[in-house]
Nanobody, 114 residues
Framework: QGRLVESGGGLVQPGESLRLSCVGI????????VSWHRQAPGKEREEVGV????????SYADSVHGRFAISRDNAKNTVFLQMNNLKPEDTATYYC???????WGQGTQVTVSS
């Protein structure tokens, strides 16, 4: 069983950007979907977006479309979540997920506050 390691979270002001990374260890990102999810206190976990394995097709939740971008570096087996124009409502713990192996990362906290 592989694992996922996220990094890149932090505290930023509204309008700023962050880039999250998700490294797969023992998990091949090029052959399965990898999705990003977030969970705010008191709320259900929601999917932010997903990048398909072989095709690399990407889709986003309406709440982040146009502000967030997912990309993948196959050589480094890493998926990125570039978050631009962050808003206070984006505050949450962000997780990546390997859809075929049912593996979650440990999460990284993103806080957007002035």
């Amino acid at each position: 069983q592989g694992r996922l390691v996220e990094s890149g979270g932090g505290l930023v002001q509204p309008g700023e950007s962050l880039r999250l990374s998700c490294v797969g260890i023992g998990i091949n990102f090029s052959v399965q979907p990898v999705s990003w999810h977030r969970q705010a206190p008191g709320k259900e976990r929601e999917e932010v977006g997903v990048i398909r394995g072989h095709s690399g097709v990407i889709s986003y939740a309406d709440s982040v479309h146009g502000r967030f971008a997912i990309s993948r570096d196959n050589a480094k087996n890493t998926v990125f979540l570039q978050m631009n124009n962050l808003k206070p409502e984006d505050t949450a713990t962000y997780y990546c997920y390997a859809d075929l192996q049912y593996v979650w990362g440990q999460g990284t906290q993103v806080t957007v506050s002035s």
